[in-house]
């Protein structure tokens, strides 16, 4: 499986056989890797739910004195179609020792945002004395933030912001126009010291004809007011906390993409999401314990599923 999670079943199997003198069937490995997958996510959905209807947070697996959650969203191609991945990353750290750890799920924002808060309880943030949730503009990411992490500080990705900004400035002033570089050089100094009023004011008192520059102006103007509880930039400096979601956006190529984006592949939802799961699991070293410590046989719990499924197609 740790081949499969790291390369295609076709290279696994080849690796396999040269390296290790293993011999299997790509259709085995495929299944094997699979039905761990769906297994694993099948226990992480039930915890969250006991945890829910318990009322009760999962374990912390260790201390953690401030930790960070991220969120960010990549496409791949299932089903015919395109389709987004949901992906975040927990970071806790106990003095110079840090932990970190991601999910990528197809699932709805409910169901995503309660398993990023399995995850992020499972590296301490409910013991956490610092909370940050970092994520873009996103109204999806920020839905989880109020549902899940109401109590974390919320950070707008910097870098996003600073593209947002540099999009307005060109629009306004010509494409990379030696006025709109100091135009956008001078938004991103205010913003940079946390002074979202200002920003809005001079904002305000530009005066524009077009139409394309109105809602250029207009958009940048709406984007600052959703997000301007996010942009307290020095406060979070002196705290210690990311003011960018590099982190997840890291994870979107180094744990989805890599994998799912390689040439000549074919993924359903279901498959994608299961070995992407053995992915999160190898990249964030819990494969093994995962592997020899399971929360139920994974023997009966298949040969139980199958039951359910033909039961269903019945």
């Given amino acids: 499986m740790e081949e499969a999670g790291?390369?295609?079943?076709?290279?696994?199997?080849?690796?396999?056989?040269?390296?290790?003198?293993?011999?299997?069937?790509?259709?085995?490995?495929?299944?094997?890797?699979?039905?761990?997958?769906?297994?694993w996510l099948h226990g992480d959905d039930q915890e969250v739910k006991r945890s829910f209807t318990e009322k009760v947070a999962p374990l912390a697996e260790a201390d953690c004195e401030c930790c960070c959650v991220f969120a960010d969203g990549t496409m791949v191609h299932t089903d015919?179609?395109?389709?987004?991945?949901?992906?975040?990353?927990?970071?806790?750290?106990?003095g110079e020792?840090?932990?970190?750890?991601?999910i990528a799920r197809f699932a709805d924002v409910e169901r995503f945002g309660g398993d990023?808060?399995?995850?992020a309880c499972q590296l301490g943030y409910c013991g956490a004395s610092l909370k940050a949730f970092v994520g873009d503009g996103s109204h999806w990411i920020w839905n989880i933030a109020d549902m899940h992490f109401p109590d974390a500080v919320r950070i707008l990705d910097w870098?996003?912001?600073?593209?947002h900004m540099s999009k307005c400035g060109n629009e306004l002033f010509g494409e990379a126009t030696q006025e709109s570089r100091g135009w956008t050089t001078h938004m991103r100094q205010i913003m940079k010291e946390g002074k979202v009023q200002q920003a809005l004011d001079e904002l305000e008192r530009l005066r524009v004809r077009s139409k394309t520059k109105q809602q250029a102006k207009?958009?940048?103007?709406?984007?600052?007011?959703?997000?301007?509880?996010?942009?307290?930039?020095?406060?979070?400096?002196?705290?210690?906390?990311?003011?960018?979601?590099?982190?997840?956006?890291?994870?979107?190529?180094?744990?989805?993409?890599?994998?799912?984006?390689?040439?000549?592949?074919?993924?359903?939802?279901?498959?994608?999401?299961?070995?992407?799961?053995?992915?999160?699991?190898?990249?964030?070293?819990?494969l093994h314990t995962l592997w020899d410590h399971p929360r139920e046989s994974i023997t009966v719990w298949?040969?139980?599923?199958?039951?359910?499924?033909?039961?269903?197609?019945?």
């Fill in 97 to 102: 020792r840090t932990r970190k750890s991601s």
């Fill in 116 to 119: 990023l808060w399995r995850k």
């Fill in 6 to 39: 790291e390369r295609s079943y076709e290279q696994a199997v080849d690796h396999l056989r040269r390296h290790h003198g293993i011999r299997m069937s790509k259709r085995f490995l495929e299944k094997l890797t699979q039905t761990v997958g769906a297994f």
């Fill in 159 to 163: 870098y996003h912001l600073a593209q």
């Fill in 218 to 286: 207009h958009e940048l103007i709406t984007y600052l007011m959703n997000n301007r509880d996010r942009v307290d930039y020095p406060r979070y400096r002196s705290l210690g906390l990311p003011i960018g979601s590099g982190e997840v956006e890291a994870q979107c190529k180094v744990l989805v993409q890599a994998r799912c984006k390689q040439s000549g592949m074919r993924w359903s939802k279901k498959g994608a999401e299961q070995v992407l799961r053995v992915r999160c699991a190898l990249r964030d070293g819990s």
């Fill in 302 to 314: 298949h040969k139980r599923s199958l039951r359910h499924q033909q039961m269903k197609a019945a």
């Fill in 80 to 94: 015919g179609d395109w389709h987004e991945v949901r992906v975040g990353t927990v970071r806790s750290s106990v």
